[in-house]
């Protein structure tokens, strides 16, 4: 007993040291002589011995302010100090940690003289939930754009596809001056508007744009703001290059903009045939999200022409495109903060591809193979329209987006198989329209009010053909014929409206949630065999779907916000009752599924210091499947794949739970973070994959499944003041065990990979630059059913030089190298190198660049590619070099 009490006093005794060590904080008030509060002020605590700076803060906007203690601080060992612009610095010692620390400062009558302070260390500045990186300090004369900064700047990455990420979280929107031009094809901005219009590059976190909702209603969201130097919002301003080269190439990018807080607007026309895909601007990256928020997804593309593999090579280096581009995007700001909003965009575009591959599937005791050859042509036309009204103020928000996409694209394929060589043609036509309606309001009582309400339509028929007499074994009863013709539709409405009524506190905000939703869909398909005499008919009894659909949901919703400075939490409580009913009479198929389900969320965030923070997350989401996991008909997906289902509908339960933590160091710009999630899906079903050397069939059976996923990763940045380099590195190791049912084979499978990045980027000198980029992963897959086990390692290298001799001259080049390895295949090597010449003319104000991308003239690449128990080995074609001259210039 004696020895348990003692061992409890000392585990007291450790805590309340600990907390002693942490939790010290110097309190005061800031004001001048005449009585008045100063906001804003800065207060420094520093070593009395050293003088240094060991911790700081800013007064708020009553002249309070609170800093805490670095751990095992004596009182005695250090000293505040308080500065404010007109205002003498004052200083004080510090006695005991108990008492407050109250300022009287005295103002400075007369004007201060003009001080310029020269320093080549680059500042990280902060307040609140805000960090402002100074452009001018990151940028070289290289950078045109905006992007080109942020990728260098610590803490934040940009993915291949221009997601941008702060301390590994993805970014929700980029604002321009504090507005929302773009919402999430933030892309459009990064890759327009120069760098040189930019002030500063503001990392938002917390970020929670509507008014009413702030400090509120909990967000994690982390935006960025682009602030534009005061010079360029006065004017019309656009970057505008015009490129020929070699072999017969051009690139045209004529743009303008304007970012006057009335009135902000990027517009341009773009055309290039030298890999760059113009759509890479549009992308929405919140896509995914934006879509579990409506509850609503809209229909795949059910066909396609193969599998086709995307190269994991740049872009540019695999594309034969014609590609040219309209975008429009402009905001109006009038009184009263009333925004209206045009984005909009049309595209036109032909890309070819030539690859062939070989497909390897290890089986227990066999293996099949499927080789082919495609020489692609893809010809889409693409239109986009949204006009948005938004209002936004402190006790009243209101935003209306009125959306309208349509897509027409015309896919045409000469194939190569080991069994005949015929041509595909497929067309792919979608139209979608959406409305988009939220309104917030205040109550004088302080209670919120929301009325949410959203209705789309979506119209997507699809239609391949495929001859002449493809594999008429199977299709034609060893018949010669004309064609096989595939079409696919499924129109859908879908309707979601709810009201919400919320409760702020001084502690928690209540949230009260009620609403319903309806989405009625058709999904028609047949496949039909044109004989050689024009004659056509099915293909068979089963290769034919009318499959009517309607899903309706009647939900309700608690959810609490903990919007606290040290802890923000977010318990949500949705209880949801869903009725599905489909049918189709071909099959005499009627059925119904009536579901109650709770679907709790639970989101913290732990602020540990000013800088760090804890996160954790956990969900239960039970999912269902869709209209496109019912047709009992078979569909030719591709050429070789059909597919229908003989089960019932797909019921999932998905458990989600992982945690990380943040660090930030803003005075030494240091970041870094770690992060794990784990992640189980239920479900009642398998997919079933008959595989034979000329077709698969895959067929949905009623047996349970069920996957694990494990994911680990980490990210660290750091500046080097002495060698002036941004160090970047991330690790990510992910496990995902799965069960594939194949020739009536139950296979698990363990697929474990791993990646490791790491970059620098420094400024050798004023004249030289530097970066290097270095990416590695590693794929295995291993199933106890079968001996071997499959490992593919590959390594990305990418480095270039920048050198400007005198002001007016740059000159760059940059290579990347390539390799993979994987056992019993040689390994593949490939290096790419490019260059380039930039030369100013200062009176014109017109630059001229001289480029050779590719010039080793590289012009096949090999890939191999890993999946469970499937290898597939592919060679690309590329476009080889390309030498171009520019004309580059502003307005």
């Not at 009413?212 to 130097?229: T, Y």
């Not at 595939?486 to 502690?507: D, E, H, R, T």
């Not at 390692?793 to 390799?819: C, I, R, T």
Request: hydrophobic content about 40%; charged content about 15%; some cysteine.
């Amino acid at each position: 007993m004696m020895q348990l009490m003692r061992s409890v006093g000392l585990t007291l005794l450790c805590v309340l040291s600990a907390a002693w060590g942490y939790a010290q904080t110097i309190k005061g008030t800031v004001k001048d002589s005449s009585g008045k509060v100063v906001p804003y002020a800065t207060i420094s605590l520093k070593n009395s011995a050293a003088g240094t700076i060991v911790a700081y803060t800013l007064s708020d906007s009553k002249g309070s302010f609170a800093v805490q203690i670095p751990a095992n601080t004596a009182a005695n060992s250090i000293t505040v100090e308080v500065h404010a612009l007109g205002y003498k610095t004052a200083v004080k010692s510090i006695a005991s940690f108990d008492a407050t620390v109250d300022f009287t400062l005295a103002q400075v009558p007369n004007q201060l003289q003009e001080v310029v302070i020269k320093s080549s260390r680059p500042v990280l500045r902060t307040h609140g939930d805000t960090l402002s990186y100074k452009v001018s300090e990151f940028a070289n004369p290289q950078d045109r754009t905006i992007g080109e900064v942020i990728k260098k700047l610590p803490g934040i990455s940009v993915a291949a596809n221009g997601t941008i990420s702060y301390n590994n979280k993805p970014i929700s929107a980029v604002y321009i001056g504090g507005d929302n031009l773009l919402d999430d094809k933030y892309s459009i901005a990064t890759n327009s508007i120069p760098q040189v219009a930019v002030n500063q590059v503001q990392v938002i976190q917390n970020d929670q744009p509507i008014k009413v909702l702030q400090n509120k209603v909990m967000s994690e969201n982390v935006a960025l703001n682009l602030e534009i130097k005061k010079g360029a919002k006065l004017h019309l301003m656009g970057q505008e290059s015009i490129g020929a080269g070699l072999p017969g190439n051009y690139d045209v990018d004529l743009n303008a903009m304007m970012f006057k807080d009335s009135y902000k607007a990027i517009n341009y026309l773009a055309g290039n045939n030298t890999g760059y895909d113009v759509q890479q601007d549009l992308v929405s990256h919140n896509l995914a999200d934006y879509n579990q928020l409506i509850d609503n997804s809209l229909p795949a593309t059910v066909l396609s022409l193969g599998a086709v593999n995307t190269p994991q090579l740049a872009e540019n280096r695999y594309l034969f495109d014609k590609a040219g581009v309209l975008s429009v995007n402009n905001l109006i700001n009038l009184k009263n903060n009333v925004q209206l909003r045009l984005n909009a965009y049309y595209v036109h575009d032909t890309q070819k591809q030539d690859y062939s591959q070989k497909t390897t599937v290890f089986l227990p005791g066999d293996t099949v193979q499927y080789n082919e050859m495609q020489h692609n042509r893809s010809v889409p036309d693409i239109f986009h329209t949204q006009f948005t009204l938004n209002i936004n103020r402190a006790k009243y928000y209101l935003n209306d987006a009125l959306l309208m996409d349509q897509k027409n694209t015309a896919n045409y394929s000469a194939l190569k198989t080991d069994s005949a060589a015929v041509n595909q043609v497929f067309k792919d036509n979608t139209l979608n329209f959406s409305n988009e309606f939220n309104l917030i309001r205040s109550l004088k009582s302080n209670n919120i009010i929301q009325v949410y309400s959203y209705i789309s339509h979506f119209a997507g028929p699809e239609n391949r053909v495929i001859g002449p007499g493809y594999n008429a074994a199977i299709f034609n009863n060893h018949v010669s014929y004309a064609q096989l013709v595939q079409n696919v539709n499924i129109p859908s409405w879908y309707a979601n409206n709810y009201f919400s009524f919320k409760i702020p506190s001084n502690l928690i905000t209540q949230s009260y949630r009620t609403g319903f939703s309806v989405q009625s869909q058709t999904l028609t398909s047949d496949l039909n065999v044109v004989q050689n005499n024009n004659s056509v008919g099915l293909q068979s009894d089963s290769a034919l779907n009318h499959v009517n659909w309607t899903k309706k949901k009647l939900y309700a919703e608690a959810a609490y916000d903990l919007p606290g400075t040290l802890l923000k939490a977010n318990l949500t409580l949705p209880l949801t009752l869903q009725q599905i009913n489909y049918s189709d009479n071909l099959y005499a198929l009627n059925k119904s599924l009536g579901r109650l389900y709770f679907n709790p969320q639970l989101s913290v965030k732990y602020q540990v210091s000013a800088e760090n923070y804890l996160n954790f997350i956990y969900s239960f989401r039970n999912q269902i499947g869709t209209i496109q996991n019912v047709y009992p008909g078979y569909i030719l997906t591709d050429y070789r794949t059909l597919y229908a289902n003989n089960a019932g509908l797909t019921e999932q339960q998905i458990q989600q739970a992982g945690g990380g933590f943040s660090y930030r160091k803003a005075l030494t710009l240091f970041f870094w973070s770690i992060n794990a999630l784990y992640s189980h899906t239920g479900a009642n079903n398998i997919t079933s994959s008959v595989i034979a050397n000329n077709i698969q069939k895959g067929i949905v059976l009623p047996y349970p499944n069920s996957t694990d996923a494990w994911i680990l990763k980490g990210s660290i940045s750091k500046y080097s003041f002495a060698l002036r380099t941004t160090f970047s590195g991330a690790v990510q190791w992910q496990s995902n065990r799965s069960v594939q049912l194949q020739n009536n084979a139950l296979l698990p499978f363990n697929t474990i990979s791993a990646a490791i990045n790491v970059s620098a980027d420094t400024k050798v000198s004023d004249d030289i630059n530097f970066s290097y980029k270095a990416a590695f992963t590693q794929t295995a897959s291993h199933s106890p059913a079968v001996a071997a086990a499959y490992q593919i390692k590959q390594l990305l290298q990418q480095a270039s030089v920048n050198y400007d001799p005198v002001d007016n001259m740059q000159f760059k080049l940059s290579g990347e190298h390539y390799f993979t390895r994987q056992q019993g295949n040689p390994d593949l090597k490939y290096f790419f190198a490019d260059a380039s010449a930039k030369f100013r003319v200062t009176p014109w104000k017109t630059d001229f660049e001289l480029s050779a991308v590719n010039f080793l003239n590289v012009k096949k690449y090999n890939a191999l590619y890993l999946s469970a128990n499937t290898l597939t080995a592919s060679s690309y074609a590329l476009p080889g070099r390309i030498i171009m001259i520019k004309i580059m210039f502003n307005i």
